[in-house]
């Protein structure tokens, strides 16, 4: 007796109303006076609201909250994997100074705009073999302890980015508790 498939659920997409829809407050509410500081090399930043945000000059990393600098590092590697590629072929050394760095932070993140199906398969443009490359991520990953998370796409990657931003105001708590004096 031949059993049926299992159908796959459908593939829907990613829409702002899904990324700002939570349980347990609003992601709006949660942002309210913190401001997300993106680093002005950026050529084309992620849309973070609710949160406000502001262009600076980051050390470490390309987002970060300006009312607790050593508290979350966001580094994106977007573009699909070619970024990322980039950076575990000729530009390695520059960015494993960059790993090291991140290591300053409580959190710490790297965001890819790419699948870990397409590093897995090669599908991206790059002479670095597939299994060189998940071993470099395995490698760095378990190192430095900054975990890489995969988004299929720019839009995911920009729900993980504000879900983590979250997450860390939350853990913190409100502004004025880090507020400058």
Sequence with gaps: MKLPRPRSAPKRRLTKKAIHTTKGGSLREAAKGFVVVTDTREQVPW??????QERGTLDTGDYGLRQMPGLLCLERKGGGLGDLMACIGRERERFERELLRMQGFRFKFVIVEGSWQ???????????????AMGTIAKWQVEWGIPFLFCDSRGAAEAMAIRLLVQACRYHGPPTACAPK
């Design 47 to 52: 849309d973070l609201a609710p949160f406000c």
């Design 118 to 132: 397409d590093l897995c398969t090669g599908s991206y443009r790059s002479h670095v073999p597939p299994a060189a």
